[in-house]
């Protein structure tokens, strides 16, 4: 059958239909002057009425089948499409069919509404053709991103891109479509338009390479915590995708900054720490001056032993400056000679000491307590150390039980924190009862 014959059966098959409608209503007694329209009228209801069972009947079984098939471990892909509604989207296939082969029968009367409708429907079959192919991008998306490998990629960005490639042929089909014009010529007027299209997807644009390249440096990735002061960001990166990298901040608000900021701006990115499982603890206390002393009593330094963790630290220290002492000849009647352990070399000691004892302070990082240059207000004592844990509010923990120990330990070396006196609503430091009396007054025995 050629092509001729084709049309000709098609136009057999039209006018069967049609002269069947109007002698139904013609039976019915509508007169021929509201005939036609009538007639248009009771076929688009005819239509409409096809359509919607089709449609419905041809949902629920593509569903059923994939259903079916999707508890196929291999076919798992399929569960993605049903939650994507391809199903439905691929039941409109028929009842578009069934439309786009009736309009020539229910406007056979009305030829300039025929080819107006004819546009609409070839118009709308592009639009279809792309939800189609959205719902599979979209399902494939989806199944990507739940795989441990590329949770933390911005596979967003990427189909995004997809997506607009395809939307931007569709548009130009669609706009042939409508003005009777092969795409061709569309695609040959894009070029002197080109500048134009630079400057209005130019976020777009940058968006896209900038995405690029945080994947491929790996320099952010969905679940990172971040800081960017410029912005006011402080938290979790939880979406990235052309044209927005999404950060749920510790208050709970989120902060939108455009992807090529993170290229062109400096930030901070804390995924170091939480890989170690360890994070860093850098604080100081500060010591008054005047209450660091030598240790000069032997009986004094009998009391200090007695506190564990440096008891045999001063066995140690004391032989080793004993012995130098006695080598240089120095006159310890003056105790500026030689060498002397003090109260601050002590409790620095006792503090290194009690740190690599600490269950929650990871032995396996950098342990260090060193003196800072001294200040106006004191002599800053800084610790330095990584606690055993990523959690926020445990760190807080941790660094409080620490510093507790640390300030109530102090008055057990003689030795003072540093309080700025001429602060009307600073307080006075107690004065303790110490179990070891005789630190304070080392000639008490």
């Known amino acids: 059958m050629n092509e001729k014959e084709r049309i000709e059966q098609i136009t057999q098959s039209t006018n069967l239909i049609r002269d069947w409608s109007m002698n139904f209503l013609s039976n019915m007694g509508i007169s021929d002057q509201f005939i036609k329209y009538i007639n248009l009228i009771f076929l688009i209801a005819i239509v409409i009425i096809l359509v ?11 569903t059923l089948a994939l259903e079916r098939t999707s508890r196929v471990k291999r076919l798992s892909f399929l569960k993605y499409l049903i939650n994507r509604k391809f199903p439905h989207y691929l039941a409109m296939i028929i009842p578009f069919s069934l439309i786009k082969g009736s309009i020539p029968i229910i406007f ?26 959205t719902a599979v991008l979209n399902a494939f998306s989806d199944m990507l991103s739940e795989r441990e490998s590329l949770k933390d990629k911005p596979l967003k960005s990427y189909f995004q891109v997809v997506k607009i490639f395809l939307y931007a042929i569709g548009i130009i089909i669609l ?6 014009e092969k795409p061709a010529v569309l695609l040959g007027g894009l070029g002197a338009a080109s500048a134009i299209l630079m400057l209005v997807f130019k976020d777009t644009i940058m968006g896209f390479v900038a995405s690029i390249q945080l994947s491929g440096n790996d320099m952010v990735r969905i679940g990172d915590w971040i800081t960017m ?7 979790d990166v939880f979406e990235i995708n052309l044209t927005t990298v999404k950060i749920r901040n510790f208050d709970k608000t989120i902060s939108y900054i455009p992807p090529y900021s993170l290229i062109s701006e400096s930030f901070q990115n804390w995924r170091g720490m939480q890989e170690t ?15 660091i002393r030598f240790i000069e009593d032997v009986k004094e330094l009998e009391v ?13 220290r004391y032989t080793e400056i004993k012995k130098h002492n006695e080598e240089i000849g120095a006159d310890k009647s003056v105790a500026v000679n030689g060498r002397n352990l003090t109260n601050m070399g002590l409790f620095r000691s006792y503090i290194e000491g009690y740190l690599r004892d600490h269950p929650e302070v ?20 800084e610790l330095y150390m990584f606690a ?11 660094i409080a039980d620490i510093f507790d120990h640390i300030l109530a330990s102090m008055k057990y070396f003689d030795l003072e924190i540093f309080e700025d006196v001429s602060n009307p609503i600073g307080f006075q430091q107690p004065q303790a009862q110490v179990e070891l009396k005789s630190v304070n007054k080392p000639n008490a025995e």
């Open 175 to 180: 706009i042939s479509i409508l003005i009777s």
């Open 277 to 291: 499982g360890g994070r860093r603890i850098k604080r100081s206390v500060h010591i008054k001056q005047s209450s």
């Open 388 to 398: 055993d844990t990523t959690v926020w509010a445990k760190y807080e923990g941790i």
């Open 229 to 235: 002061p410029k912005f006011g960001a402080d938290g």
């Open 362 to 381: 990871k032995q396996d990082m950098m342990i260090m307590v060193r003196q800072l240059d001294p200040t106006s207000k004191g002599v800053p004592l």
């Open 52 to 62: 919607y069972i089709l449609q419905v009947v041809t949902r629920r079984v593509i």
């Open 108 to 133: 056979f009367d009305f030829p300039k509404t025929l080819i107006f409708v004819n546009k609409l429907a070839d118009a709308y079959f592009v639009f279809y053709v792309l939800w189609l192919i």
């Open 304 to 316: 200090f032993k007695r506190i564990q963790v440096i008891s045999k630290y001063i066995d140690e």
